[in-house]
Every structure is written in C-alpha cells, then in structure tokens.
Nanobody, 115 residues
Framework: EVQLVESGGGLVQAGGSLRLSCVVS????????VGWFRQAPGKERERVSC????????LYEDSVKGRFAISRDNTKNTVYLQMTSLKPEDTDVYYC????????WGQGTQVTVSS
C-alpha cells in the first residue's frame, strides 16, 4: 500500500519561508507524478504544484509562481515544496498526492502565515 507522510508545516510571518516534505512509501516512487494541494475549511482543494516522476516536468498554480519551488529526491522517496515570500492567503492545510486525484493522499500539514 502506498503511503504519504507530509511534514514541515508551521506558523510563519508574512514574507517568511517554509519547506514541506512528503515521504512516499510502499510503491515505486519514480513511477508517480507527485502533487501538492491545499485546502481551507469550506473550500475546494486546489492544486499548488506538481512534478513528474523523473523530476523533469513541473507545474505551478499562478498565485505561487516565482515563490514556490517543487523538487524531488528519488533516492529518498521524497518530494519537497520550498515556499518563500509567504502571504497570509497561503494559509491552508497542504496535502501531498501521488497517482492523481483518485490516487494516494497524505494526512496534510498545516501552514499558517501571519500578517
């Protein structure tokens, strides 16, 4: 069974940085494109960024372009989301996903950006 575990969330002031990590176990890691999503209470989950299995392709939601960077280390079965210049509107629970929307999800990590 594929499992995803996120870490790295926390409380940060506006303009600060955080790095989220997602460790994937139980599958062939580099077979999976991995995405980061976020969701606020009462809102739909939205995709923030994703990266292809070999790390050669990345996508970003418009509001995070130039501020967030996704990467992966296939030797560690880990995907990272480096978040800089954080804004209060980035406050959400961030989820890691592998295998698409019908695939596998982590439990989420809270990111809170204070103004």
């Amino acid at each position: 069974e594929v499992q995803l575990v996120e870490s790295g969330g926390g409380l940060v002031q506006a303009g600060g940085s955080l790095r989220l990590s997602c460790v994937v176990s139980g599958g062939t890691f580099d077979d999976y494109a991995v995405g980061w999503f976020r969701q606020a209470p009462g809102k739909e989950r939205e995709r923030v960024s994703c990266i292809s299995g070999d790390g050669g392709g990345t996508l970003y939601e418009d509001s995070v372009k130039g501020r967030f960077a996704i990467s992966r280390d296939n030797t560690k079965n880990t995907v990272y989301l480096q978040m800089t210049s954080l804004k209060p509107e980035d406050t959400d629970v961030y989820y890691c996903n592998a295998g698409g929307l019908d695939g596998y999800w982590g439990q989420g990590t809270q990111v809170t950006v204070s103004s």
